[in-house]
């Protein structure tokens, strides 16, 4: 599992999926925000990473600026889940398949069986006054 995106002689760049929905709620307020997901982007493309953001089909009704967020799916720049089904199951196949790290304090507790390895690609994060960190620990506590 890579660690740093840029390892010497290392050109391709790492797929980290962003969970949408997690980072959108992952501050205070009455709605979920679409500029944490803007900023969380960010990061993860100054830091060298090439970031995918997926999100549940419930969060175009939850999300603050929704004309923001229909356009960026319109634009492919957020893939959402379809409506019925689990965002998360979605998150953690794509992240196997693509061998991807994955954004998002979610543990996954109810899909461990499935996925053991997904504490192993996570990365935690902490949003504060539009400033985000990131923690690589990529290993359970």
Known sequence: MPDDPKEEGREERVTVLIDASNVAHSTEGEHPRLENIAIVVRKLREEGYEPVVMADAALRHQIDD??????????????????????????????????????????????????????????????????VVFERRNKPR
């Open 66 to 131: 929704r004309e923001g967020y229909e356009r960026r799916i319109e634009e492919g720049k957020i893939r959402q889940a379809p409506a019925g089904t689990d965002a998360d199951y979605f998150i953690l196949a794509f992240a196997r398949e693509l061998d991807a790290l994955i954004v998002s304090n979610d543990r996954f507790r109810d899909r461990a069986e499935a996925f053991p390895e997904a504490h192993e690609r996570m990365i935690r994060y902490m949003i504060v006054a539009d400033e």
